[in-house]
């Protein structure tokens, strides 16, 4: 079993930066893929960025690409999503989720309880 909790949601300005935190529990992180979903106001949860638990293997969400970057420190149990100019349409709640492997991705095993990320323009 896995717990996830996240941090680091906010409320930030086109363009800004925030960097959210996942911190994983009750297993050794260091065997899983780890990732990031969010959801945002009307629309169904969606697939932003994952990272293999090698940390070598990197997918992200063509929108995203080239703004966000993720990475992960096993030692800390830890995964980050770096989010850089940032836009109105990145307004959700963002979810950490955890997957036994890179292919299981897009259906991850554990989720975290979700922060809010909120970009005004």
């Known amino acids: 079993q896995v717990q996830l909790v996240e941090s680091g949601g906010g409320l930030v300005q086109t363009g800004g930066s925030l960097r959210l935190s996942c911190v994983a529990s009750g297993r050794a992180l260091g065997s899983y893929a780890m990732g990031w979903f969010r959801q945002g106001p009307g629309k169904e949860r969606e697939f932003v960025a994952f990272i293999s638990w090698s940390g070598n293997i990197r997918d992200y969400e063509d929108s995203v690409k080239g703004r966000f970057t993720i990475s992960r420190d096993n030692a800390k149990n830890t995964v980050y999503l770096q989010m850089n100019s940032l836009k109105p349409e990145d307004t959700a709640v963002y979810y950490c989720?955890?997957?036994?492997?890179?292919?299981?991705?897009?259906?991850?095993?554990?989720w975290g309880q979700g922060t809010q990320v909120t970009v005004s323009s």
């Open positions: 989720a955890a997957a036994n492997s890179m292919s299981g991705r897009y259906n991850p095993d554990y």
